[in-house]
């Protein structure tokens, strides 16, 4: 199992749309192929922040939903929306997480 979360920091005057892009993508996100778990949650060490979690059944399914139009419509959201965020792929740094995403969307 594969374990993704995103911990995003919204602009204060955005969070509220923000979550709801978030909340949509989420939805959406949870009828992929190998998706056992996606949903939001509050920020654990920022109170307004927002932590997008999932779980997939394998690696490559993964890799597929980061070259969805669902992630895809998730980064756009972010980049928007968001003052900053981090990925972490099985608890590891953002800096993997960033070079996964990277690898399976390709160049």
């Not at 892009?21 to 922040?49: F, H, P, W, Y």
């Not at 980064?75 to 690898?103: S, Y």
């Amino acid at each position: 199992m594969e374990k993704l979360e995103i911990t995003v920091h919204p602009h204060m005057i955005k969070r509220k749309e923000l979550l709801n892009a978030c909340q949509m993508i989420v939805d959406q996100t949870r009828k992929e192929d190998g998706c056992l778990v996606s949903r939001l949650l509050k920020g654990e060490k920022d109170e307004n922040g927002i932590l997008l979690e999932q779980h997939w059944k394998q690696r490559y399914l993964l890799d597929d939903y980061f070259r969805s139009d669902h992630f895809s419509a998730l980064l756009g959201a972010m980049k928007l929306l968001a003052r900053n965020w981090e990925m972490a792929i099985n608890g590891g740094t953002p800096e993997k997480a960033n070079e996964a995403v990277k690898n399976a969307r390709g160049p």
